[in-house]
């Protein structure tokens, strides 16, 4: 007995049991609350992988796209090859600006540079810049001597070294033409896509309404309502009196025709050469 209050047997054993039962339902508390915290810890652990997994995944994405990309802006060039600069523009100005537009790569290879040579070269890289080409390569071959030149000044060697290079998926040049030298133009550019191997495709573009009365060959229509003014102002840079010049109502003349061809309102057409 002590002082105070007295605890009997069947009291201790009760307050044992309490002890042992609230001890219970703390451990399973802690446990269940172990259970809990289990749980977050995998969902957090689960979000993280799948988390980890769409970064990788995107990744994967962003590289094969990278992959294609690449791909595909290295085969990206085309490359317009004429006799004189403004038959670039007036057969293929609006193609390429919209080419150009699109991200492709547009090149530009002139073989005659005409009279005043420095003047016709400043003006064909200016009208070049206009339609959003990226290089203009002259060969400042003599205008009446255009086949002799091509010979003398070993121009085949670097014309084939610049098509082997740039390996472009479209090639437009001279066809089915009057002038003497736009079609020499044209079979030495046939000549070289042959020797080459290169599997890219050669279209002839039209300087004038006439040269679309072939029907024949497979055709490229290029939709150029977006670009024909882009064109013009091109044009206008070899002749600043184009409105009153007989070159810019023939291109006005060949563009819409081509345009009421293929129901648009500007369009520009090409032959399939190869």
Known sequence: MFCGATITGAESATRADAGHNWMWITSSLCGLESIHLTKIIYAVYAKTVMLRKRILSGNTLVKRFKSAYLRNSSMATVIAIAAHAEDIITGAGGTL?????????????????????????????????????????????????????FHKKHVRSRLLALLERENPEKIFTHGFEFDGEHRAVSRIVLDLVRESGMQCEVYAFATSPITLLKKNLPQLVVDTTKTFTTKVKAALVHNQHLPTNLLFWKLLAKDRLCGLVSRTKYAELFYRLN
């Open 97 to 149: 600006a919209k080419y150009a537009a699109e991200g492709r790569q547009v090149q530009t290879i002139i073989f005659a540079a005409g009279e005043n040579p420095r003047k016709k070269i400043k003006k064909s890289i200016k009208a070049d810049q206009l339609i959003g080409g990226s290089t203009v390569t002259h060969f400042s071959l003599r205008p009446g001597h255009l086949q002799e030149d």
